[in-house]
């Protein structure tokens, strides 16, 4: 069954998009979880090439859109039952690498508006959710969803907008996320829920200076970590759940 709210499992997850990373797709499997991934693309810097979060985004339990070069990927997506939409192609550049780069919640979508893709902001207009717009254009890999009211990022706007609409939201240290030797990466990327009860990450939390407060933000929204990985904490482009039982 689809999820009926993206990022949002309510049972256990069955399928999900991710980066073709041997280790997390192996250890997702073992947790009954088959994975589907993005090819690279060309069009966008060889450090994200393959990110989920930023070659698809999920708008509602029908609709997928996904960049203009992911032909297997959709096909998949189809006979999941999705309707999937293309969007524009992507730019080699910041902000024109992250048309897709959007965190849609129970009820809001929250990112960076002004470099959308047009089409699918048209279908955020009419989702009926609340559009909360921020600086920060790689949204969805900044944000990691806990609960429908509860998350943690490493970006203050992001927190502020949604401390705003009255959520819960841990603040927490940048520089701990592994991406590449140039650049680190975000929390967002590096997990993904796999249940309403559990939250996968990438590596081992005692790999984060603020573990303790992560550890503690989980526990109170009754969520639970699993270690997919030994090692340090890595953006994959994020762990997004498509299917769950």
């Known amino acids: 069954m689809r999820l009926k709210v993206p990022n949002l499992p309510e049972k256990k997850v069955t399928l999900c998009a991710a980066a073709n990373k041997k280790s997390i797709v192996s250890a997702l499997k073992k947790l009954g979880i088959e994975t589907v991934s993005p090819h690279p693309c060309e069009s966008i810097d060889n450090e994200v090439a393959c990110h989920a979060d930023m070659l698809l985004c999920q708008v509602d339990r029908n609709t997928v859109f996904t960049e203009p070069s992911q032909t297997s990927l959709s096909k998949k997506l189809k006979d999941i039952g999705f309707n999937v939409f293309f969007s524009e192609m992507p730019e080699k550049k910041y902000p024109g690498d992250v048309r897709l780069n959007f965190a849609v919640g129970a009820d809001f979508i929250l990112g960076n508006f002004a470099v959308a893709d047009k089409t699918l902001f048209e279908f955020f207009k009419k989702s ?3 559009l909360i717009n921020v600086k920060q254009g790689y949204a969805k890999c900044s944000l990691c969803f806990v609960s429908s009211d ?3 990022t490493e ?3 992001i927190a502020k907008a949604l401390i705003k609409e009255k959520k819960d939201v841990l603040l927490i240290s940048k520089g701990d996320v592994y991406l590449s030797e140039k650049h680190y990466g975000f929390f967002g990327g590096a997990s993904g829920k796999i249940s309403e009860r559990f939250l996968a990450v990438t590596g081992g939390i005692e ?6 407060a992560i550890l503690d933000f989980t526990k109170k929204h009754g969520v639970e970590l699993i ?3 030994a090692g340090k904490i890595t953006d994959i482009g994020g762990i997004l759940p498509l299917t769950e039982e």
């Open 128 to 130: 009926g959710k609340k």
């Open 150 to 152: 509860a998350f943690i």
């Open 155 to 157: 970006d203050d706007g």
């Open 207 to 212: 790999h984060h200076r603020d573990a303790k």
């Open 227 to 229: 270690k997919l990985t």
